[in-house]
């Protein structure tokens, strides 16, 4: 059984800068991805970024040139580093392992939130 556990969110003022980390309890394969979304109140969840086993990563928009994904296949986490900051990336933040060949395609974290004060 999988579980991801997310630590590391907080308020932050605007400008600032915040790392997010998930720990993956459970076996974790090659062809897992791993990323982060976040949801803000009203809206739907989006990408933040996804990062595969051989270091590939793909960013939502938003977030290109802010924010770095990160993945340590050993010790089974995924971290987020932000920077430069937004109040518009105020939201849960929620750790993913997504996988085709695994029985359940998406496993996910509890969420952490990010408070970004302007």
């Known amino acids: 059984q999988v579980q991801l556990v997310e630590s590391g969110g907080g308020l932050v003022q605007a400008g600032g800068s915040l790392r997010l980390s998930c720990a993956v309890s459970?076996?974790?394969?090659?062809?897992?991805?791993l990323g982060w979304y976040r949801q803000a109140p009203g809206k739907q969840r989006e990408l933040v970024a996804t990062i595969t086993s051989g270091g590939g990563t793909n960013y939502g928009d938003p977030v290109k040139g802010r924010f770095s994904i990160a993945r340590d296949n050993a010790k089974k986490t995924v971290s987020l580093e932000m920077s430069s900051l937004k109040p518009e990336d105020t939201a849960v933040y929620y750790c993913?392992?997504?996988?085709?060949?695994?029985?359940?395609?998406?496993?996910w974290g509890q969420g952490t939130q990010v408070t970004v004060s302007s």
């Open positions: 459970g076996s974790i394969f090659t062809f897992d991805v």
């Open positions: 993913n392992l997504h996988s085709n060949y695994r029985p359940v395609h998406d496993y």
